[in-house]
Structure formats: structure tokens, C-alpha cells
């Protein structure tokens, strides 16, 4: 089991930049595959990133590619999500999830994928 736990979401202006941390409980953190979703008011919780075990491979939904940056260090057991020239479309709320794995061989871009989700931390994009 894991606890995960977001934070560094706020207000910042269209271009700029937001780094979200999530912080992972546990001692076999790197057992998951951890991704970011995130759900706009009215909207459907939708898949932004995700990494792999290692960190070895990441990837993007179209709309974060070139933009956001997804990492993990698995010593620290904490995964974060590097977003630059945010948009007011980026707003939303942010979620962290994680996926037990014993084989890390596939991408996981649907909600029902994950198995333990975090809190959540509002991000909001102003014009």
C-alpha cells in the first residue's frame, strides 16, 4: 500500500512556470509506475504524464508534450511534474497516482489503471 500526498500547485500567469511535487509512503515505492491526471471543472478526469518504475521511460498526453516534464527519485519517493509556458487551459486540479507493477513493460494512460491516488492541488493559469 501507498499513501501519496501532492503539493506545489497555485496561480501563476499564462507563460509561466509550476513544478508539482508528490510525495510517495512506503518502502517499495519503486514497485510503481506513477502518472499525473488532472480533472478541469465539467470535464472529465484526463491523463497528462507518466513514468516508469526506473524512470527509464516517460510520456505525455499531446497537450503537455514540449511543455511538462515528468521525474522521479525513487530515494526520496517523490515523482514531479515540471510545467512551463502554462496556458489557462492547464487549469485544473492535478492528481497523483500509482500503479503496482511487477513487470514494467506497458504505458497506463486511463484513471482505472491506477490503483492509489492522491489528494489533489489546484492549478490555475490566469490570462
Known amino acids: 500500500q501507498v499513501q501519496l500526498v501532492e503539493s506545489g500547485g497555485g496561480l501563476v500567469q499564462a507563460g509561466g512556470s509550476l513544478r508539482l511535487s508528490c510525495a510517495a509512503s512506503g518502502r517499495t515505492f519503486s514497485s510503481y509506475h506513477m502518472g499525473w491526471f488532472r480533472q478541469a471543472p465539467g470535464k472529465e478526469r484526463e491523463f497528462v504524464a507518466a513514468?516508469?518504475?526506473?524512470?527509464?521511460?516517460?510520456y505525455y498526453a499531446d497537450s503537455a508534450k514540449g511543455r511538462f516534464t515528468i521525474s522521479r527519485d525513487n530515494a526520496k519517493n517523490t515523482v514531479a511534474l515540471q510545467m512551463n509556458s502554462l496556458k489557462p487551459e492547464d487549469t485544473a486540479v492535478y492528481y497523483c497516482?500509482?500503479?503496482?507493477?511487477?513487470?514494467?513493460?506497458?504505458?497506463?494512460?486511463?484513471?482505472?489503471?491506477?490503483?492509489?491516488w492522491g489528494q489533489g492541488t489546484q492549478v490555475t493559469v490566469s490570462s
Open positions: 513514468i516508469s518504475r526506473s524512470g527509464g521511460e516517460s
Open positions: 497516482a500509482a500503479k503496482y507493477v511487477k513487470y514494467d513493460t506497458r504505458r497506463y494512460t486511463a484513471g482505472h489503471d491506477y490503483d492509489y
